[in-house]
């Protein structure tokens, strides 16, 4: 069969032969058993309806195996012959153009280039799944490629609920993944859901078919080393940024590093993801011993170098060492996936890899109790270091948030420890270091409405993306000459980003460049785009953004740390947002429970929009984004934020019908 013709049969008729286990590819973690015999029944029934009763008993034993195994029914028999990467548009089958960019979109974040676990159908983060089971990704591609423009498929956590008549301006598909009642948004209320087969984590970019590789996290993080620098007045030149997580997001730190100027050094256990890593280019060396990683970094630091360093073993170890060692430390964070403590997102020191792994599956509580005391003892070395002026930040990823749940020394004095019932952190939670947003990304970038824009060619032609960056760089340099002082700075750091995009060898599957815009940023470079496409000058563009952006994401230690009206620990901005997508001409909308800082820590939304040359595509562009960003700057306006303040009136001066509800400012002399 062609691979059109494999696409539109979706789940086949005859059993394909069973599929042997492939120990070349990086797997997930086997999942903790937490199912009862009658909920395991519940899974295979779940899984099996799939399925013509006629293959039921051929399946079933096979399925039974999956699920005792690896503690999940990823169905493998049932994954694809053909090659999974992002092919050109016109090689996908299908009644609606926009049908198949998002099949090239989903194909992208499996591309074995760029998912994390491809054969379970996660992209990144250990557990940002794409779909539960191989079942669901044939079943979906199928419904695509036969979608017409005036039909709508929903999505129920990677389950294809079907496809509903709707109309051409609707969204072709709506993306819901862990979408739990509340009082259920408990880790293991995870565990259990997903593998019973009816929820899934979505992550962020990962379920809403968005994710570009590592470059997309390569460029916010060079802006956050950029500032984090800025912010402790010195040049990034020979100054050290200690750090860990060479996995889907986080290996992107050591190229942001090389990028930026600095001296990086990042730990990992994992020896197959560390030397993927550096057989992409993402690190330059690899150490596996501490005293030779000393010597290293003192002599990169004597000669002012720029340089990225793997260090292969625990970051707890590292930190102590360097602590040691008196080696000073000038920007210091951690990227593993504390999201997912107990499913293989952060590892315990003094205890193998593999060895974890076995623990993790066979003796969860052990394996909980070690994590906590290493995660305590690495608190306990940052905070020496920090005495000595490191400038540590939380990048977002829960570590402060778990380091805290494990009683580690991470809290202000003032902060009441767990305020809540559930043992969550709650109002009243106030750290030691702050979020990267409260200190960076939010004032600087995020409240001016500067947020991490991004677009695929789906040509898949090089040559596509280079006049997409020669465009972009154009309208931005134009912004530029009378752009306000107060965005000057973000200006002039993605000219030279997007300048500098196609020397750093960035991309990794599909024909993608990310970098960070306002809402005229984006349209302007939007419209131009669509321009290009009359002209034939390019195909067809995919238009998106990561969820961790300006108004896409409630997030209380991350998107959304630097609100303090008491407002941080809702969640309307992220559902207005995905509302108002969803009917302002989005191609497909997304929103999801967890991403990033765990299951029931956050919501978040996101997008994506096909630019085919239309009027139509450039009415539904300059309608949507210009709402997508000012949604989230006029609420960071109303809680009072400078920035965003000064933006949100921009953008009225701008929009006459746009009229947002102003702060008025309290003396506080008044409540004294």
Known sequence: ?????????????????????????????????????????L?????????????????????????????????????????????????????????????????????????????????????????????QYLLTMKYLSEMTDEQTLTMYSGHPMGLFPSHKDAPRVVVTNGMVIPNYSQPNDWERMNALGVSQYGQMTAGSYMYIGPQGIVHGTTITVLNGFRKIKRSPKGGLFVTSGLGGMSGAQPKAGNIAGCITVCAEVNPKIT???????????????????????????????????????????????????????DLGSDQTSLHNPWAGGYYPVGV???????????????????VQETLRRHAAA???????????????????????????????????????????????????????????????CFDYGFGPFRWVCTSGKREDLAKTDAIASQVLEEMAKTAPIEIQQQMQDNIQWIKGAQENKLVVGSQARILYADAEGRMKIAEAFNQAIVKGEIGAVVLGRDHHDVSGTDSPYRETSNIYDGSRFTADMAIQNVIGDSFRGATWVSIHNGGGVGWGEVINGGFGMVLDGTPEASRRLTSMLFWDVNNGISRRSWARNEGAVFAIKRAMEVEPLLKVTLPNLVNDELLK
């Open 1 to 41: 069969m062609t691979f059109q013709e494999q696409i539109q049969q979706g789940i086949p008729f005859i059993l394909p032969q069973p599929k042997p286990f492939d120990a070349n590819i990086n797997h997930a973690p086997k999942r903790k058993e937490i199912l009862t015999e009658e909920e395991k029944k």
């Open 43 to 135: 899974a295979l029934r779940n899984a099996l309806r799939y399925f013509e009763p006629k293959h039921h008993e051929e399946l079933l034993p096979e399925f039974r195996n999956e699920l005792e195994t690896y503690g999940r029914i990823y169905m493998y028999r049932f994954r694809p012959d053909y090659k999974m990467y992002a092919r050109p548009i016109s090689e996908y089958p299908g009644k609606s153009e926009q049908a198949k960019a998002i099949m090239l979109m989903i194909q992208n974040n499996l591309d074995y280039a760029v998912a994390q676990h491809p054969h379970e159908l996660i992209t990144y983060g250990g557990n940002g799944a794409v779909f539960q089971n191989w079942a």
């Open 275 to 329: 030397h993927i890593r550096h057989s992409q280019g993402w690190i330059n060396e690899i150490i596996e011993n501490l005293d030779e990683l000393v010597q290293r970094v003192n002599l990169a630091k004597a000669n002012n170098e720029t340089v990225s360093i793997a260090y292969l073993g625990n970051v707890v170890d590292l930190w102590e060492r360097f602590n040691e060692e008196n080696l000073y430390i």
């Open 352 to 370: 193998s890899f593999e060895e974890a792994n076995a623990m993790m599956a066979n003796n969860p509580d052990l394996f909980k109790e070690k």
């Open 382 to 444: 940052i905070n020496k270091h920090t005495a000595k002026g490191t400038y540590f930040f939380d990048y977002g990823n829960a570590f402060l948030l778990e380091a805290s749940r494990a009683g580690a020394d991470v809290l202000k004095e003032e902060s009441i420890a767990f305020p809540s019932p559930s043992g969550r952190a709650g109002v009243g939670i106030d750290f030691k270091y702050p979020s990267y947003v409260q200190d960076i990304m939010g004032p600087m």
